[in-house]
């Protein structure tokens, strides 16, 4: 499984005198199981280019390909796409509406024809996984916190069993505790699933953390594309388009400079500490 983009371009307000370039000329290659970050400043094109990948917007200009499929065939049931590949919103509100959290996250697979009590099924399974006590389950949605309603969000995208998980800036919001409490949510789905998840998010020490692969997007472009290590390395450049890289690496610069010769491409706590240690075990 894949999604593939293929030169893919989009206008807002296009031939208008309010006509905005958001996404130009974009080739990427999504493969299957991948964990992948996704940043940029405000306006990037970070958005505009998930909402893409599940037909939620129309590409201007290109090609979108899900399992070597073009999903812009006129026969193709975008519908059915959407299923496969879930979009979790920054703010759960825009996902949650029904009078309980369990009808809520039953809502998406009854949806897909399923029966009552399969889409139950599914709603049980999905809100254990995502960790919610079962005590919540039969209250509003609206009544919980905001990282409950992010959970019971992803819950209801889960539900319907999709292959690939988007989630945009999902812990947008939270506190530190709250924070890793979802993010370590979402990194077990990937390693129990192997499902393919790519997260949008300001937080450069979040992506460090959990991603494998790390897109930059700038302008609407994508700007860098590699391992968080290769991309961290150019935080030169990053700085120079509003981003930063994690703390760590400027650290770790910071040694080099002072002729310590630790390696340049550590993102995280834990790597730092083992490059430290191995300078001064030798």
């Known amino acids: 499984m894949s999604i593939i983009l293929d030169k893919v371009n989009y206008i807002y307000s296009e031939k208008t005198a309010y006509e905005i370039h958001a996404l130009k000329n974009i080739n990427l290659k999504i493969e299957d199981g991948e964990f992948i970050g996704v940043i940029g400043h405000t306006g990037s094109g970070k ?9 939620l917007m129309h590409a201007s200009s290109g090609g979108i390909y ?16 959407r299923g496969k590949v879930g979009l979790v919103f920054q703010y759960p509100e825009h996902q949650l509406f029904e ?19 399969e ?36 819950a209801g995208v889960l539900a319907m069993e999709p292959e690939v998980l ?44 959990y991603v494998e692969r790390l897109i930059v997007m700038n302008q609407g472009s994508v700007m ?15 700085e120079a388009v509003g981003l ?17 010769l630790v ?6 706590l834990e790597e730092a500490k083992e490059a430290i240690l191995q300078i001064f075990k030798k």
């Open 47 to 55: 958005s505009t280019l998930i909402q893409h990948l599940n037909g």
């Open 66 to 81: 899900y399992n070597g499929q073009d999903i812009y065939d006129e026969d193709y049931d975008r519908k059915k796409l």
């Open 99 to 117: 009078t309980t959290i369990f009808a809520d996250v039953s809502f998406g697979p009854k949806n897909q024809g399923f029966s009552k009590k």
């Open 119 to 154: 889409a139950e099924l599914k709603a049980f399974t999905a809100l254990r996984s995502v960790g919610l006590p079962e005590e919540y389950w039969y209250r509003s949605p609206f009544e919980l916190s905001g990282g409950q309603k992010r959970r019971v969000a992803i």
């Open 166 to 209: 988007i989630l945009d800036e999902p812990t947008a919001g939270l506190d530190p505790r709250g924070r890793d409490e979802i993010l370590d949510q979402v990194a077990k789905l990937h390693e129990e699933r192997h499902m393919t998840i790519i997260l949008v998010s300001h937080s450069m020490e979040d992506v460090a953390k």
């Open 224 to 238: 860098l594309d590699g391992t968080p290590g290769e991309v961290f390395a150019h935080y030169q450049e990053l």
């Open 244 to 260: 930063a890289a994690p703390q760590v690496t400027y650290l770790m610069h910071d040694l080099r400079k002072r002729g310590i």
């Open 263 to 268: 390696p340049g491409t550590a993102t995280t």
